[in-house]
């Protein structure tokens, strides 16, 4: 079935550093969703990306579509204590339900 | 906040018990979703009711029974779990289509601990 994997599992960075994290699917998505789950939290919805290529930002955020449509990342500009979580994305191939990698933990040491 | 209020927030319970998570949303939306998130693993789809017929069962255990009474209210039902039941177990709401997609909009969740 399809898969979609996340990397890395865990990123610790300085404040002010930035952050990448990947994701990649076994299968051509028609969209890639990303979620924040906040510590003691529940994922919340970020971003959603459709076509080929695409790119979004938020502040410091940026999500980008990979042109297969296999592929995803998202950046964070000079990240803030305030990013700490757990990123996921969540892709969905077909009419298949959205299927989540296993997300990529951030903490931010200030 | 998001509009999806899970009742009970923690949940303690033996493995001869039986118990049930509930889920209500106010959103006005005609999907919802149970999903169980363990330490270690992705998020795992478990039920999908749209327009509250059950659309999707990921081989789940019988001893985990949903119920959908109306497209606001999402039950599940638990009796004669095991210790590896013990997660965080999620429901989720969104508009409802035939097509699958949509966002997320995520309950707070309840913890599930069998002992």
């Known amino acids: 079935g399809q898969q979609v994997m996340q990397i890395p599992q865990y990123q610790h960075v300085q404040e002010g550093e930035d952050f990448t994290t990947y994701c990649n699917s076994s299968?051509?998505?028609?969209?890639i969703q990303w979620y924040k789950q906040r510590p003691g939290g529940h994922p919340v919805f970020l971003i959603q990306?459709?076509?080929?290529?695409e790119v979004k930002k938020q502040k410091r955020l940026t999500f980008q579509f990979g042109e297969a449509k296999k592929n995803s990342s998202l950046h964070i500009t000079a990240t803030q204590t305030t990013d700490v979580g757990t990123y996921f994305c969540?892709?969905?191939?077909?009419?298949?339900?959205?299927?989540f990698g296993k997300g990529t933990r951030l903490s931010v040491i200030a | 906040e998001t509009g999806v209020t899970q009742t009970p927030r923690h949940l303690v319970m033996g493995m001869t018990n039986k118990k049930s998570l509930k889920c209500e949303q106010h959103?006005?939306?005609?999907?919802m979703y149970w999903y169980k998130q363990s330490a270690k693993k992705p998020l795992e789809l478990m039920f999908v009711?749209?327009?509250?017929?059950?659309?999707e069962n990921n081989s789940v255990p019988s001893r985990f029974s949903p119920e959908c009474p109306n497209s606001s209210h999402l039950f599940l039902h638990l009796h004669t779990l095991q210790p590896e039941d013990s997660a965080l177990y999620l429901c989720?709401?969104?508009?409802?289509?035939?097509?699958?997609?949509?966002?997320?909009?995520f309950g707070s969740g309840t913890q599930l601990s069998v002992l």
């Open positions: 989720a709401s969104s508009q409802g289509s035939e097509h699958p997609g949509e966002k997320l909009f």
């Open positions: 299968t051509t998505l028609s969209n």
């Open positions: 990306l459709v076509k080929s290529g």
């Open positions: 969540a892709g969905i191939s077909g009419n298949t339900p959205l299927v």
């Open positions: 959103l006005g939306h005609n999907a």
């Open positions: 009711y749209n327009f509250k017929e059950q659309t």
